[in-house]
């Protein structure tokens, strides 16, 4: 498959205001005679996206809230195209001028954009796990009919596509991610039970968005992973495994055929995978800190409890499932987490409203893009009266 290397790359970001987004621009700001953020989107933060576009002057943005949207326009004058709603992401991905979205949407929302940006062409650098979980099946053959690689920015899954290069097709036995554990990691299962939303957005190394963070505190954000690697890379779930490395040093790793494990290693630092994914398959300098051995001392490993973590193993049920049940999993994990981060639900309760959800669900083989809208619409129903 190709991958369009221009010298130039002009970027639309979905989600410029959110933790990927603004990272993105970062790297977009330290290489600026490569990479020009031509279009920027937000859901309902206008007082950062003004600020974003005094300072990279985008040819155009999106918010989602048309109220919002009139403060923008009387803001930002005629100069600056201001669009609105899930149409105007739609209508930018696919703008003759783009040639790389980068999709950092939280969550389903981000589905439909990423879906007309590949049927656009578009290179992708491909944030959004929740777009592959929930319809992997169509998203992949997708892309193989528009000829369209979507480089992976999650940590794991760009460390697993970096031991990849240039391996023969076939020689891996098993990919092997890593956990950081969260903040939870040494709980006990009662411990669990009382835990905050102020807990559960410390996570211990990475600093992400509200959700991501609480998915990684339940361990479902190692679980929507899994899904993700084997879409992306073509495994079964049987040769998908999670190791908790509370260090999050090593970002993941490939074991082949002869016994070899490949890793990929770096700080937990976001713009690492996000500015690789923009380069590939070149390499840039970037001004990040270096692994420091020594003061590093010791890098630990350990089996994940799904236990106390039900979310991990919910995740391998819906992939074995198939069909629609992914979208399920996912759906009920959206809305378990917004009433957890809402203060309706202790956290112990995110993996029973999801375990509900899949009892329920009668599931579809082979689905369509609609059969998952569906699914998705089902789960969010189906949850509402409990
Ligand atoms: P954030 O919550 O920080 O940002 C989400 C962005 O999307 C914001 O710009 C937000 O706008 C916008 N947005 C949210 N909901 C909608 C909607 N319904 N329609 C349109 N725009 C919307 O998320 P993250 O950056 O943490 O995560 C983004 C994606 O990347 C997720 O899928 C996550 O799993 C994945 N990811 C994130 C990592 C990280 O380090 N953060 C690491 C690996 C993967 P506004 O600011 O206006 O609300
Ligand atoms: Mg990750």
Redesign the pocket.
């Given at each position: 498959m190709n991958v369009k290397v221009r010298l130039h790359q002009n970027i639309a970001?979905?989600?410029?205001?959110?933790?990927?987004?603004?990272?993105t621009l970062e790297v977009i700001a330290s290489y600026p005679d490569r990479f020009t953020a031509a279009y920027l989107?937000?859901?309902?933060?206008?007082p950062?996206?003004l600020r974003q576009v005094e300072r990279f002057r985008p040819k155009g943005v999106?918010?989602?809230d048309p109220a919002a949207a009139e403060t923008v326009r009387s803001r930002c004058g005629p100069e600056v195209e201001v669009l609105t709603g899930?149409e105007g992401?739609s209508d930018v991905v696919r703008r003759t001028e783009v040639d790389t979205v980068v999709?950092?949407?939280?969550?389903?929302?981000?589905l439909r954009?990423t879906v007309d940006a590949i049927t656009a062409g578009k290179r992708i650098a491909l944030?959004?796990?929740?777009?592959l979980v929930v319809a992997g099946s169509v998203m992949m053959p997708l892309a193989e009919r528009h000829n369209v690689r979507l480089l992976p920015?999650?940590?794991?899954h760009s460390a697993i596509f970096q031991c990849l290069t240039g391996e023969p097709a076939g020689s891996v036995t098993r990919i092997i991610l890593t956990a950081s554990g969260g903040p939870f990691r040494s709980l006990s299962a009662n411990e669990l039970r009382t835990v905050t939303v102020e807990q559960a957005l410390k996570h211990p190394n990475?600093?992400?968005?509200?959700?991501?963070?609480i998915?990684s505190a339940t361990l479902m954000?190692k679980g929507?992973e899994v899904i993700e690697a084997h879409w992306l890379f073509g495994m079964p779930a049987e040769r998908i495994d999670v190791v908790v490395h509370p260090q999050s040093i090593i970002h993941s790793m490939v074991e082949f055929a002869d016994g070899s494990v490949k890793a990929q290693l770096g700080v937990p630092d976001?713009t690492i995978?996000i500015q690789y994914a923009l380069t590939y398959p070149d390499r840039f300098p970037t001004p990040t800190r270096r692994v420091d051995f020594p003061s590093l001392r010791e890098m630990t490993f350990f089996s994940p409890d799904t236990e106390r973590f039900p979310c991990l193993r919910l995740a391998y049920d819906a992939l074995r499932a198939g069909g629609t049940m992914p979208a399920v999993l996912n759906a009920a994990n959206e809305v378990a987490v917004a009433r957890f981060l809402a203060g309706a639900v202790p956290f112990t309760q995110i993996p029973v409203l999801i375990e509900t959800a899949m009892d329920r669900h009668v599931l579809r083989e082979n689905p369509t893009l609609e059969d998952i809208v569906e699914a998705d619409g089902w789960t969010r129903d189906i949850l509402s009266t409990f």
């Amino acid at each position: 498959m190709n991958v369009k290397v221009r010298l130039h790359q002009n970027i639309a970001i979905l989600g410029s205001t959110g933790s990927i987004g603004t990272q993105t621009l970062e790297v977009i700001a330290s290489y600026p005679d490569r990479f020009t953020a031509a279009y920027l989107t937000v859901n309902n933060n206008i007082p950062l996206l003004l600020r974003q576009v005094e300072r990279f002057r985008p040819k155009g943005v999106v918010v989602l809230d048309p109220a919002a949207a009139e403060t923008v326009r009387s803001r930002c004058g005629p100069e600056v195209e201001v669009l609105t709603g899930p149409e105007g992401l739609s209508d930018v991905v696919r703008r003759t001028e783009v040639d790389t979205v980068v999709s950092a949407l939280v969550g389903f929302a981000g589905l439909r954009p990423t879906v007309d940006a590949i049927t656009a062409g578009k290179r992708i650098a491909l944030a959004n796990k929740e777009t592959l979980v929930v319809a992997g099946s169509v998203m992949m053959p997708l892309a193989e009919r528009h000829n369209v690689r979507l480089l992976p920015v999650d940590s794991e899954h760009s460390a697993i596509f970096q031991c990849l290069t240039g391996e023969p097709a076939g020689s891996v036995t098993r990919i092997i991610l890593t956990a950081s554990g969260g903040p939870f990691r040494s709980l006990s299962a009662n411990e669990l039970r009382t835990v905050t939303v102020e807990q559960a957005l410390k996570h211990p190394n990475w600093s992400m968005g509200s959700k991501i963070t609480i998915d990684s505190a339940t361990l479902m954000n190692k679980g929507l992973e899994v899904i993700e690697a084997h879409w992306l890379f073509g495994m079964p779930a049987e040769r998908i495994d999670v190791v908790v490395h509370p260090q999050s040093i090593i970002h993941s790793m490939v074991e082949f055929a002869d016994g070899s494990v490949k890793a990929q290693l770096g700080v937990p630092d976001m713009t690492i995978p996000i500015q690789y994914a923009l380069t590939y398959p070149d390499r840039f300098p970037t001004p990040t800190r270096r692994v420091d051995f020594p003061s590093l001392r010791e890098m630990t490993f350990f089996s994940p409890d799904t236990e106390r973590f039900p979310c991990l193993r919910l995740a391998y049920d819906a992939l074995r499932a198939g069909g629609t049940m992914p979208a399920v999993l996912n759906a009920a994990n959206e809305v378990a987490v917004a009433r957890f981060l809402a203060g309706a639900v202790p956290f112990t309760q995110i993996p029973v409203l999801i375990e509900t959800a899949m009892d329920r669900h009668v599931l579809r083989e082979n689905p369509t893009l609609e059969d998952i809208v569906e699914a998705d619409g089902w789960t969010r129903d189906i949850l509402s009266t409990f």
